[in-house]
């Protein structure tokens, strides 16, 4: 009798690279993509929705998995809604944009469940529904976008003639390609003001003379455009990230000129050059072309300065809500004294500053560190102190200034270093408050702290509609 791992080589053997298949989509995996079996054979789509039936088409195979792309749909699922961006399918902006939203909260929160079962061993946690962002479009407050000198042609250019000067190109990155990037005329996650923008930098840079930057040959001038709105305010910064050359700060004060007098509501310019090979939007050397060099946003009573470099929440409303989470966890009752590590601009610092002693925040970018300070100043806070530094090497610092009572962690997509992991395990605070935008390295960090700590609960936050990502707040007691 054939036994289940006969019966699963067969079925391998049959599903070959070029084949089509019939396939019943049965969940969204962590990472994005959907996930169909075939007599426990597990293959991977991208654009799929659960609950379709679909004819795919198998693009590679591999021993315990296939990959596959969707070229027509049987028949469809009730949590399917048609794409409003013209752009969805070849941009890699939005990936669920043709998933309802409720879908997508419901696969986001069995992401954090998986994760926190497989990763870290927590299985049967208390996962609260995901709190929805208060806007679902046009709610980011930055977006980058990457200058090419090739840019991706849509298989309607390529059956045409073309000029090669049509090939400059300024835009997102193409759906699963880091190195090719599609001009986008319209963006359904920013304000159509900075979409605006983005058009025109792209019309006057292509006839600057000056050419784009190009990944294979490490040439070029124009590098990246960074668009940052203060949604509460309506001041935009403008951030041009190019290669260094002679003329360069000439070529960006034109275009300044330019962008001032078709763009009223643009408060400051930056340039900045980088001649760095690495594809990363941040400067080595800045300055200021126009304007005071920030924005000012306001989140509730409190007003924050944003500069060029500085981390602030992508999602201004959503944001409100994150912090209000992280101060009903923490349960302050007054006298805590609180460290803020990797702390930005100080925000979530300071806006829980009127409800403890101390706050003590802890972060790399020494332009956060400035931002954060002078946001004290300007909020007339006078219970918080930053310190600027590697928090792995600064942490030491902070502890010379008395034991924290709760600790708010908010690390970048990577998690948390093990040595500042192993620094609040000799520091061991009552309650420490971790906010993550990736559940699987919150589960990896999450792992290192269950020995000495309880999870009491977990709260998740949709700060990123159309996409598989998630903020997510989770409490962590201190064991008796």
């Known amino acids: 009798m054939e036994n289940h791992s006969q019966r699963l080589e067969r079925m391998v053997d049959k599903i070959a690279k070029g084949a089509e298949i019939e396939l019943r989509i049965d969940k969204l995996a962590f990472g994005g993509k959907a996930l169909a079996r075939v007599d426990g054979f597990v293959v991977f789509l991208d654009r799929a929705v659960p609950g379709q039936t679909v004819k795919a088409l198998i693009t590679r195979k591999k021993r315990n998995y296939a990959e596959a792309k969707v070229i027509e749909t049987i028949s469809?699922?009730?949590g399917y809604r048609p794409p409003v961006c013209p752009h969805f399918g070849v941009c890699g902006g939005c990936l669920w944009q043709d998933i309802s939203y409720e879908e997508q909260l419901f696969w986001k929160k069995a992401h954090i469940a998986e994760c926190l079962e497989h990763i870290a061993g927590a299985a049967e946690m208390d996962i609260k529904p995901v709190t929805a962002s208060p806007e679902v479009f046009h709610y980011r407050n930055k977006m980058e976008f990457t200058f090419s000198d090739r840019r991706w042609l849509l298989a309607e250019e390529l059956e045409r003639d073309?000029?090669?000067?049509?090939?400059?190109?300024?835009?997102?990155?193409?759906r699963g390609l880091f190195d090719k990037v599609l001009n986008i005329d319209t963006c359904f996650l920013q304000s159509p003001d900075a979409g605006a923008i983005l058009r025109e930098v792209r019309q006057?840079?292509?006839t600057s003379g000056l050419p784009a930057y190009s990944v294979r040959t490490h040439e070029g001038f124009w590098r990246f455009?960074?668009?940052?709105?203060?949604?509460?305010?309506?001041?935009?910064?403008?951030?041009?990230?190019?290669?260094?050359?002679?003329?360069?700060?000439?070529?960006?004060?034109?275009?300044?000129?330019?962008?001032?007098?078709k763009f009223p509501r643009i408060t400051t310019l930056i340039h900045?050059?980088?001649?760095?090979?690495?594809?990363?939007?941040?400067?080595?050397s800045s300055r200021v072309a126009f304007g005071p060099g920030y924005i000012e946003e306001a989140l509730g009573e409190l007003r924050f300065r944003i500069s060029a470099h500085s981390f602030f929440q992508t999602n201004t409303l959503a944001a409100l809500k994150l912090y209000e989470t992280i101060g009903r966890l923490a349960g302050f009752e007054g006298p805590e004294k609180v460290w803020d590590l990797y702390c930005g601009t100080g925000s979530i610092g300071l806006y829980i500053a009127s409800r403890v002693r101390s706050v003590i925040g802890i972060e790399l970018v020494e332009e956060a560190v400035r931002d954060a300070r002078e946001n004290c100043l300007i909020n007339n806070i006078g219970n918080c102190s930053f310190l600027g530094g590697d928090l792995k090497e600064v942490i030491g610092k902070?502890?010379?200034?008395?034991r924290p009572d709760v600790v708010i962690v908010d690390p970048p997509r990577a998690g948390m270093h093990p040595k500042v992991v192993k620094s609040l395990l000799e520091t061991l605070p009552e309650r420490i408050i971790a906010v993550s935008c990736n559940p699987a390295s919150l589960a990896r960090d999450a792992a290192l702290l269950l020995d000495a700590y309880d999870i009491r609960e977990v709260q998740p936050i949709d700060l990123f509609p159309h996409t598989p990502h998630l903020e997510c707040v989770v409490r962590f007691d201190r064991k008796n």
């Open 76 to 78: 469809q699922s009730p």
């Open 162 to 174: 073309f000029d090669p000067r049509s090939l400059f190109g300024l835009g997102l990155h193409v």
């Open 204 to 206: 006057w840079t292509a």
């Open 225 to 261: 455009l960074v668009i940052r709105e203060a949604k509460s305010t309506g001041q935009i910064l403008v951030h041009l990230i190019t290669s260094g050359h002679p003329g360069a700060a000439g070529a960006v004060d034109l275009l300044v000129e330019h962008l001032r007098s």
């Open 272 to 284: 900045s050059v980088s001649d760095k090979s690495s594809q990363v939007a941040v400067g080595d």
């Open 398 to 402: 902070a502890s010379q200034m008395g």
